[in-house]
């Protein structure tokens, strides 16, 4: 490994760093939230092909929601400081709404490209979505 490639990913892991301790950590939630995200993105560019409605606004505009939810994760982490909160209610209630949604996004998709999902996964997804909006 030469030194621009050493920097390169010296780069990229102090920034993978920093994203993480800024959204509480990389624990399960988040990475279901995550994957969620970045596969409701990629199913809904698919099913956009399938129709034909590739909308290069539509998706820059997509994207850009996905990073808006990271940031009301890190408000959401603010307002449990804030208020000295032990446990993270706040993450974890916005976690919670945004991967059901995320979840029924997905899964709507997956109806466009004709790939059914196993209802419990969809009950799951739906009881996320339930308790995000309930806290």
Do not use: C, H
Request: charged content about 15%.
């Amino acid at each position: 490994m030469n030194s621009n490639e050493f920097s390169f990913s010296a780069f990229v892991a102090a920034i993978g760093t920093m994203v993480s301790l800024w959204l509480g950590g990389w624990d399960a939630a988040l990475k279901v939230l995550t994957f969620l995200m970045i596969f409701d993105y990629a199913t809904g560019f698919l099913g956009a092909i399938k129709t034909k409605t590739v909308d290069s606004e539509a998706m820059f505009w997509g994207g850009l929601r996905k990073g808006l939810i990271l940031a009301v994760i890190i408000i959401a982490i603010l307002l449990d400081d804030l208020v000295g909160n032990q446990q993270p209610i706040f993450r974890t209630m916005a976690i919670y709404f945004y991967a059901g949604r995320e979840g029924i996004s997905v899964t709507e998709n997956l109806g466009i490209l004709g790939v059914p999902l196993p209802p419990a996964i969809v009950k799951v997804l739906s009881q996320l979505n339930e308790k995000g909006e309930s806290k």
